[in-house]
């Protein structure tokens, strides 16, 4: 199944700038991950860094099975949004899209640098359920919008 084809909605509030953008999605360090395998939707908070250019994800495993590894075997293309609300004048929301990737060995250190540099981590350690994997993952954007309220004057 095809992507819906967005380019002809008008996006509502006031589009951020490249900076803005960057600068937003450097202090949020949580969001929400969307997956999908064929038509069942997976959405999950999870805590992410970005380098500018992708978003990393750490997906956590406990036990023998995980159901967000196995959605993210199957999707083709993630959706990654991340928020803030204050009041219906001052928000702000960047929503990314584009493949996910599992990171390579050679490269986890990275993306360990880079989660800590930004990420927010909440505890997620289960008594007596130790952590049986934790693979890295990039979602590597193609579109990325960035939107504010309009009482944002910066």
């Not at 999950?44 to 380098?51: Q, Y």
């Amino acid at each position: 199944m095809e992507a819906p084809d967005t380019g002809e909605r008008t996006l509502r509030g006031v589009a951020m700038d490249e900076t803005e953008r960057d600068e937003f999605l450097r202090q949020r360090g949580i969001g929400v991950l969307s997956l999908a395998n064929e038509n069942v939707a997976y959405g999950m908070p999870v805590s992410f860094g970005w380098d500018g250019d992708d978003l990393y994800f750490i997906l956590l495993q406990f036990g023998e099975d995980s159901e967000k590894l196995d959605y993210a075997a199957t999707t083709e293309r993630a959706t990654f949004s991340t928020y803030n609300f204050e009041d219906e004048h001052h928000w702000r929301s960047v929503v990314a899209r584009g493949p996910l990737e599992e990171v390579s060995d050679d490269d986890t250190d990275d993306v360990t640098e880079t989660m800590f540099e930004n990420a927010q981590f909440a505890s997620l350690f289960p008594h007596g359920e130790p952590i049986t994997d934790q693979p890295r993952y990039r979602l590597v954007p193609e579109e990325l919008t960035g939107q504010k309220g309009q009482g944002h004057d910066d």
